[in-house]
């Protein structure tokens, strides 16, 4: 009888949950009639907004525009919510792209004072730089930096509070020197859930440490590619895309310290498909890329994706994958939906795309998740897309650039946020005067930016007397019921946070990580396990027998990470807990290629597993442990 009265208080709380919960329509919009040759003049903000196109109940808000910024082309913000913008301001200035490697492009340090949303004040905070790519800002009025054509790292302060940078630093340098097409270089630097930072094409990782010194780490068969833009999900996994292969959404199976790995069938039939509203003729890939109605048929120029791990958009983009194609004036919005431990990603919508324009001029390069809720768009506004190299007199390109005037509309930029009319944002965040132990609540906000930003923070900062509130943090196993009466929090995600933050603080704590192996929530399970590996690093071998359980977990997500961490155990046991995840889980496609490549440590072992796995297929996919 108590168990039934129980159940059903249960039963009203969920009733009384589920009412609470608003819903929200998701309805595309009616698409134009395509206008094959539309006009590329240029728009004001005002007007070129009025060409967007999105789902029902959302509108694009401006947040700044030329001649507050010019040719932007990436954003940051610092823990108190100024925005950086960087600026290509020499990036095709005409179709020869004369004067390309000046340096004298910038970067803004832009800043809303009445809190209305829309920036109030610019000030240069850096000047006289060669194209910059990559931006972060680590602590209170600093930047670290990265130019086109240098792999080098520089750290910029403003030590007097002016706005604008007086003392720099070389915190990383790489004597060799990037040649080539300015598209095809590093880009990113994302600070990781792990605490190391990532960029594209570079085999290399940093790791910023409260001493001011950067760890440098080298990876084997890390993703070598990517061109603009980096972004990762809540568990630390990285989504790259490129441009030059025609490649939206790649190397997001699992964490790049494992190697890259693309399963087949990861992108869903079709998604491969954009759907402009307008005729896109300038298309670097010519008639082939092109429908009959003149929309680019393929992905071509994906740019600066994002996933939006915001709280003040309908609950259902959370976590959903955003890549802007600039070629296409549009922003796909892709769903991720995890098939027995494989992500496979899909178009939201049916032939149509989250965003899109019939300005000819509408160039997304980024999206952003805000500290307000809100998805930010950098839309870099201008005729020309594809660099010189793609340009020359006899490409396809020039006629039709010369012919629609695409090389006169240069010299502007807008930033745009996405917002929903149901739903009011935050305001500005407050965290760079806050000490560590203030910060803490933040590792369990709804939004993944609180949550990175204050990870980063205390990580930078080297506060150990934090250890002990993180320690119970980790250990607070809240569960559904607890987030019944607090919606907006994710506990087992706050774990998940304290976790890495102690790891940060280079505090791993054994009997922690052995609790932690046996949490209900199956996420903070698989961070314990890769927490595990600085033991089996260590020759550690009794840290084996409490992994060796999870053989058998009920989530095939977790007994993945555990193949792919066994790889760090040179103990025979290892090896055998490899063989048994195998004798389980051998006709499982993506399990088999982590104990395939975590067995590479014994050719031997893995010579016979090959053996016994070649030929055969796994749910139709054969070269399972292949790339693309």
Same mark, same amino acid.
């Given at each position: ?49 009025? =060409? ?14 030329? !001649?507050?910024?010019?040719? !932007? ?16 301001? =020499? ?8 004067? =390309? ?124 590619? /990517? ?28 964490? !790049? ?112 998740? /805000? ?72 590792? /369990? ?81 698989? =961070? ?101």
């Amino acid at each position: 009888m108590k168990i039934k009265k129980i159940s059903s208080s249960l039963l009203v709380l969920l009733s009384f949950y589920n009412c609470e919960k608003k819903e929200y329509v998701d309805k595309i919009y009616e698409k134009p009639e395509i206008v094959k040759e539309a006009s590329s003049q240029f728009l004001s903000p005002e007007e070129s907004m009025k =060409t967007f196109y999105l789902p029902e109940g959302y509108r694009v808000e401006l947040v700044a525009s030329e !001649p507050m910024i010019d040719e !932007p082309v990436t954003i940051a913000w610092d823990g108190n919510g100024r925005m950086y913008v960087a600026e290509m301001n =020499t990036y095709m200035q005409d179709v020869d792209g004369t004067g =390309t490697n000046r340096s004298i492009s910038k970067i803004k340090m832009l800043e809303d004072l009445d809190g209305d949303g829309k920036m109030d004040k610019s000030t240069v905070f850096i000047d006289s730089l060669l194209l910059p790519r990559m931006i972060l800002p680590p602590l209170e009025n600093e930047l670290i930096v990265n130019e086109t054509f240098s792999y080098d790292l520089w750290s910029y302060k403003d030590t007097n509070g002016d706005g604008v940078a007086d003392k720099k630093e070389r915190v990383y340098y790489n004597p060799n020197r990037r040649g080539g097409n300015l598209e095809h270089q590093q880009s990113g630097l994302i600070w990781n859930l792990d605490n190391w930072l990532y960029t594209t094409y570079n085999p290399i990782r940093f790791k910023f440490k409260s001493n001011g010194k950067v760890e440098v780490d080298s990876l084997e068969n890390m993703p070598n590619r /990517g061109q603009w833009g980096l972004t990762q999900d809540d568990l630390g996994n990285m989504y790259y895309s490129s441009a030059g292969s025609e490649n939206p959404a790649y190397g997001f199976q699992q964490p !790049p310290v494992y190697g890259e790995f693309n399963a087949k069938g990861r992108l869903a039939e079709g998604f491969v498909e954009p759907w402009p509203v307008v005729g896109t003729p300038d298309v670097q890939g010519g008639p082939k890329r092109l429908r009959e109605d003149g929309t680019l048929n393929h992905f071509t120029g994906t740019a600066g994706q994002e996933i939006y791990r915001g709280h003040k958009l309908p609950p259902s983009l959370y976590g959903d994958l955003f890549i802007p194609e600039p070629v296409g004036r549009l922003i796909r919005r892709a769903k991720i939906k995890n098939e027995n431990g494989k992500k496979v990603v899909y178009n939201a919508y049916d032939k149509a795309e989250f965003m899109a324009s019939t300005d000819l001029n509408f160039r997304p390069l980024q999206a952003k998740t /805000g500290p307000d809720g809100a998805l930010y768009i950098v839309d870099m506004y201008r005729g020309i897309i594809q660099e010189s190299n793609w340009t020359k007199k006899g490409s396809f390109l020039r006629p039709v650039i010369e012919r629609k005037g695409l090389d006169k509309n240069i010299g502007k930029g807008r930033i745009y946020r996405i917002v929903h009319e149901d739903i009011e944002l935050d305001k500005k965040p407050n965290l760079i005067g806050k000490k560590a132990s203030e910060l803490i609540e933040y590792l /369990g906000h709804p939004n993944g930016w609180y949550r990175n930003t204050a990870q980063k923070l205390i990580v930078l900062r080297g506060d150990e007397s934090v250890i002990p509130e993180l320690q119970a943090l980790a250990r607070d196993n809240k569960s559904f019921i607890d987030g019944l009466f607090n919606s907006d929090k994710d506990f087992g995600l706050e774990r998940v946070t304290a976790l890495w933050t102690l790891e940060g603080l280079d505090n791993i704590d054994k009997t922690l990580i052995t609790e932690k192996l046996q949490d209900e929530d199956y996420r903070v399970r698989l =961070t314990a396990i890769r927490l595990s590996e600085n033991f089996m690093k260590a020759g550690d071998t009794d840290i084996l027998q409490d992994l060796e359980k999870l053989i058998s977990d009920v989530d095939v997500n977790v007994v993945n990470q555990l193949a792919l961490s066994l790889r760090y155990s040179k103990d025979k046991k290892a090896t055998e807990l490899l063989k048994a995840i195998n004798e389980k889980y051998e006709s499982h496609e993506i399990i088999s290629h982590a104990v395939v490549e975590s067995l590479k440590k014994d050719d031997s072992q893995l010579a016979q597993l090959k053996k016994r796995i070649s030929g055969r297929s796994l749910g139709g996919k054969v070269e399972y442990y292949e790339g693309l």
